[in-house]
């Protein structure tokens, strides 16, 4: 038997740092979504126990440092499975790119063997897993749109945000999220985003208002660590999308557009100055 899932690429639409916890993380609040641009996840189950994992990606480690062999294995050891899985991970979603590719993976790994050996996990369950292995893990579970508090692993479910145009762009860079979050000085903030104007606006179904409600506490450390970053951001606004920021920690650059006839120039603006740029839709 093989079962089949999609792993959905995440973008902030607000992500804030209260202030660092005494257990070292940082208390965060963001707002998040999900983007019609995904990894395809294929598991099929083994007769030995054993976790296989392949890619055509030659770019991600296919051992235990990879979240959905963890994500594999936390599932058998929890629920003593002792059936083995091969998954195939066909990689859409660049690779440390604040877009939770990896998160996303792990998410549809558990969801994915709670088909395949008929566990019968529920949703609340399969989120307290994808906490263990990661912070974003537990909204991409079940995706849709979100607040996240604590460490991202408390989520309480929103409506959609109005339906437009996403165009992503990465540039050729890797950022580490800890290296990130160990520069930030929470303290020291400038300007937090306001997570209840970007409720509003979505709320209100109002385009314009998200545009400029959009907001990124992470934005000061790696836009200063990587400048490239910040150019992206300055040529997507001078393209002509309505409303750019950073997704997570980077280097991934988003920008909101509300008509399709905008898309070609933007796209073909920025493949200038990178490869790996995507324009799809919100999924909603």
């Not at 998954?87 to 859409?92: A, F, P, Q, V, W």
């Not at 409720?199 to 990587?226: H, P, Q, S």
């Not at 409303?243 to 280097?251: A, E, I, K, R």
């Not at 898309?263 to 799809?280: E, Q, S, W």
Request: hydrophobic share 40%.
């Amino acid at each position: 038997m093989k079962v089949f899932e999609k792993a959905p690429a995440k973008i902030n639409l607000s992500l804030d740092v209260l202030h660092k916890r005494e257990d070292g993380y940082h208390e965060v609040e963001m707002v998040m979504t999900m983007v019609d641009l995904a990894d395809r996840i294929e598991m099929q189950e083994l007769p030995r126990d054993t976790i296989i994992i392949s890619s055509q990606a030659g770019y991600i480690p296919l051992d235990e440092k990879n979240l959905a062999f963890q994500a594999a294995r936390l599932i058998k050891d929890r629920y003593d499975v002792k059936q083995g899985v091969y998954i195939h991970l066909d990689k859409k979603i660049p690779v440390a790119a604040g877009l939770a590719g990896g998160s996303s993976d792990a998410a549809a790994t558990l969801r994915g063997l709670n088909r395949l050996w008929r566990l019968g996990i529920g949703t609340d369950e399969l989120q307290k897993l994808g906490a263990e292995l990661g912070s974003d893990v537990p909204f991409c579970v079940t995706g849709g749109t979100a607040i996240a508090r604590g460490r991202g692993e408390k989520l309480e479910p929103i409506e959609s945000p109005p339906q437009c145009w996403v165009i992503l762009a990465k540039p050729p860079i890797n950022v580490s999220t800890s290296e990130i979050y160990g520069k930030l000085n929470a303290a020291g903030i400038r300007k937090h985003p306001s997570t209840e104007g970007v409720l509003r606006a979505i709320r209100e179904k109002r385009f314009d208002l998200l545009c400029g409600e959009l907001g990124n506490v992470l934005e000061e450390v790696t836009l200063d660590l990587y400048p490239e970053v910040r150019q992206l951001k300055e040529v997507m606004v001078k393209l002509g999308a309505e409303g750019v920021l950073m997704s997570g920690s980077g280097p991934t650059v988003f920008g909101l557009v509300s008509k399709e006839t905008k898309i070609p120039r933007i796209y073909n603006g920025l493949r200038g100055f990178c490869k790996d740029v995507f324009a799809v839709r919100l999924l909603t």
